[in-house]
Antibody, heavy 117, light 107 residues
Framework: QVQLVESGGGVVRPGTSLRVSCEAS????????MHWVRQAPGKGLEWVAV????????YYADSVKGRFTISRDNSKNTLYLQLRSLRAEDTAVFYCARGDNNRLDLWGLGTLVTVSS | DIQMTQSPSSLSASVGDRVTITCRAS??????LHWYQQKPGKAPKLLIYDASNLERGVPSRFSGSGFGTDFTFTISSLQPEDIGTYYC?????????FGPGTKVNIK
């Protein structure tokens, strides 16, 4: 079954760190670029980061550059997002998505990260 | 950075109506424009890619057109299961940007 399953979300204090994960199955993970997209409560979609299929290149939205790090382990079919120096405005559902020629053609169900004191 | 606008921000239409949403880019993006549907409480789903190509398995009542800076998304006959929010998305120079979304309701 072709799917993406995120995990690792939770409630954290401002200024702390968290790592969310996305496990892929049913397709050749190491052939695809992978993205993280977030959605704050009641708001629209915000692209966060992308990592190339081989992990050699990654790019970030200006809003998270320097605080978030995207990575992948192709041997484990898993995508990661390390979130640091978290702020209340980072509260969101984080989706991972498969990239295919600059479109996002497969999405996970998301994991909720809540930053609150 | 390229900015995306969508109009309207929301609409209500009757079942069977033709619904049209527009998306405008602040710079020429060629045909690198995609459309997604997000039903309430669900993950987004790709409907149209490269401005006018229907994703596999998506009903043919959905269509897209446009090139450059102005794009249109159409539902030819609105169905109850089409309620949700629709987003356009562009790609330019390793930056991916979503439009603000258009919320579609049934009248």
């Amino acid at each position: 079954q072709v799917q993406l399953v995120e995990s690792g979300g939770g409630v954290v204090r401002p200024g702390t760190s968290l790592r969310v994960s996305c496990e892929a199955s049913g397709f050749h993970f190491s052939s695809y670029a992978m993205h993280w997209v977030r959605q704050a409560p009641g708001k629209g979609l915000e692209w966060v980061a992308v990592i190339w299929y081989d992990g050699r290149n990654s790019y970030y939205a200006d809003s998270v550059k320097g605080r978030f790090t995207i990575s992948r382990d192709n041997s484990k079919n898993t995508l990661y997002l390390q979130l640091r120096s978290l702020r209340a405005e980072d509260t969101a559902v984080f989706y991972c998505a498969r990239g295919d020629n600059n479109r996002l053609d497969l999405w996970g169900l998301g994991t909720l990260v809540t930053v609150s004191s | 950075d390229i900015q995306m606008t969508q109009s309207p921000s929301s609409l209500s239409a009757s079942v069977g109506d033709r619904v049209t949403i527009t998306c405008r880019a602040s710079q020429d993006i060629d045909f690198y424009l995609h459309w997604y549907q997000q039903k309430p409480g669900k993950a987004p789903k790709l409907l149209i890619y490269d401005a006018s190509n229907l994703e596999r398995g998506v009903p043919s009542r959905f269509s897209g057109s446009g090139f450059g800076t102005d794009f249109t998304f159409t539902i030819s006959s609105l169905q109850p299961e089409d309620i949700g929010t629709y987003y356009c998305q562009q790609y330019d120079n390793v930056r991916f940007t979503f439009g603000p979304g258009t919320k579609v309701n049934i009248k």
